[in-house]
């Protein structure tokens, strides 16, 4: 099982202040790139939806959203803030064939067991249309450790993610790195990477 209660226990104590750390009332830069590969009225599973502002944006530019998080806490602010219809689901969840045409994966799956990587990227393409779009955010680095809020991550190498995405069948349209500021107060490398199932 890739659900990690200690991460998850975090998570249920603050949705709301993970919802205030990176409100905006636009969509992210990533999102209407992502969302430009998409078909009109798209249908997209937001995996690991958080407090639901990307499954918000997708909505208002037309497409159907299907949040899900792991985290009771953040399907409920998904829910009553946003009026979404976001459901509780880990990643062991997904069971899905050819559902969806694009999966947006915004730094979620950094929070699986590294050994189970593989399997979830292959389920991902598996939920996927043929051509769907599929995009994740990762942290940078090796091994997996815990961050000061107790929160799991399994870090990756930009050419070992690439490879990851290899093996499941998907092609890299575009990969960023960067470093940024996450809920923890540190500043964190990371890769972001949007992909289409081959």
Same mark, same amino acid.
């Given at each position: ?35 430009? *590969?998409? $078909?009109? @009225? ?7 939806? /958080?407090? +639901?502002? &990307?499954?918000?944006? !997708? ?68 939920? *996927?249309? $043929?051509? @769907? ?7 940078? /680095?090796? +091994?997996? &450790?815990?961050?000061? !809020? ?49």
């Amino acid at each position: 099982m890739s659900v990690d209660h200690r991460t998850i226990g975090f998570y249920d104590t603050a949705a709301s202040r993970y919802a205030t750390l990176n409100h905006t009332d636009k969509a992210s830069a990533a999102l209407c790139a992502f969302m430009k *590969l998409l $078909p009109p @009225g798209g249908s997209v599973l937001d995996l690991g939806c /958080g407090p +639901g502002r &990307a499954s918000y944006h !997708l909505r208002a530019a037309g497409f159907t959203p299907d949040p899900v998080d792991a985290s009771s806490a953040m399907v409920a602010f998904a829910q009553d803030t946003h009026a979404l219809p976001a459901r509780l689901a880990s990643f062991d969840d997904l069971n899905a064939v050819a559902a969806y045409d694009g999966v947006w994966a915004n730094f979620s799956l950094l929070h699986a067991a590294r050994h189970d990587l593989p399997r979830h990227l292959s389920a991902i393409a598996t939920a *996927l249309r $043929p051509g @769907g779009v599929f995009y994740a955010g990762m942290k940078t /680095g090796q +091994g997996e &450790a815990r961050d000061a !809020l107790d929160r799991r991550y399994t870090y990756v190498t930009p050419s070992e993610w690439a490879v990851m995405l290899d093996d499941a069948g998907f092609s890299l349209i575009a990969s960023r790195e960067g470093v940024d500021k996450g809920c923890a107060g540190t500043d964190d490398a990371f890769l972001v990477t949007l992909a289409r199932k081959t």
